[in-house]
């Protein structure tokens, strides 16, 4: 499994930006896609995520109510609209995918595949 991430850039405090991750070959027909980001010297957070079923997601609560995680299965691609964003929002994003049959975990050691980082700015 590879997955590409795209998106990212530069966003003023209050704008939007949007990230796409898109997984090609083999997966199960159960998984989850997470997107995490990490600032120097922090560990990877865990923002959002999506059961494939698209029934379950995950936010953290700092995102809660300004980002979005949808999932495009016909596309395999999983998206990231982030809205309202604030400076704290500056990281490097990167998409995972977790063969969990389902389960949405937090730890980023239980996801199996990564793609490469984006970086994402907001500026004050």
């Known amino acids: 499994v590879q997955l590409q991430a795209s998106g990212g850039g530069l966003a003023q405090a209050g704008g939007s930006l949007r990230l796409s991750c898109t997984a090609s070959g083999r997966t199960s027909s159960s998984y989850v896609v997470g997107w995490f980001r990490q600032t120097p010297g922090k560990e990877r957070e865990l923002v959002a995520a999506i059961r494939r079923s698209g029934d379950r997601t995950y936010y953290t609560d700092s995102v809660k109510g300004r980002f979005t995680i949808s999932r495009d299965n016909a596309r395999n691609t999983v998206n990231l609209q982030m809205n309202s964003l604030k400076p704290e929002d500056t990281a490097v994003y990167y998409c995972?995918?977790?063969?969990?049959?389902?389960?949405?975990?937090?730890?980023?050691?239980?996801?199996?595949?990564w793609g490469q980082g984006t970086q994402v700015t907001v500026s004050s």
């Open positions: 995972a995918l977790a063969l969990s049959g389902g389960q949405i975990y937090i730890d980023s050691h239980r996801y199996n595949y």
